[in-house]
């Protein structure tokens, strides 16, 4: 475990056990304060969530959403549409050389 002063939005939702939605809502109730650093980072105290953790005031969050076959492939197709468009187009551009 590192020893840093400041940790991250992510890094206190491992912590806590909670989604990183929950760790902004925490924030703006007022439950744990938020540092800016350079007006870009935002950054929580470590001693302040070890605080809070240890309070017994945050409810872990363990439900885990399943994730369905179609979602799979929904995902696979979003994230690889480039490569899925070029190897369609190098299969038309081969088909072309050498069946013309």
Do not use: P, W
């Not at 940790?7 to 925490?26: A, F, P």
């Not at 969530?49 to 929904?74: C, F, P, W």
């Amino acid at each position: 475990m590192t020893t840093t002063q400041f940790i991250s939005v992510r890094e206190t939702s491992q912590i806590l056990g909670i989604s990183e939605k929950k760790v902004m809502d925490l924030i703006e109730e007022k439950k744990l304060h938020a540092y800016r650093i350079a007006d870009k980072f935002l950054r929580l105290k470590r001693s302040e969530v070890m605080t809070l953790r240890n309070s017994g005031h945050v409810t872990r969050e363990d439900h885990q959403i399943a994730y369905t076959t179609a979602e799979k492939v929904k995902d696979f197709l979003y994230f690889n549409d480039f490569y899925i468009g070029a190897t369609f187009a190098v299969c038309m551009l081969l088909y072309i050389i050498f069946y013309s």
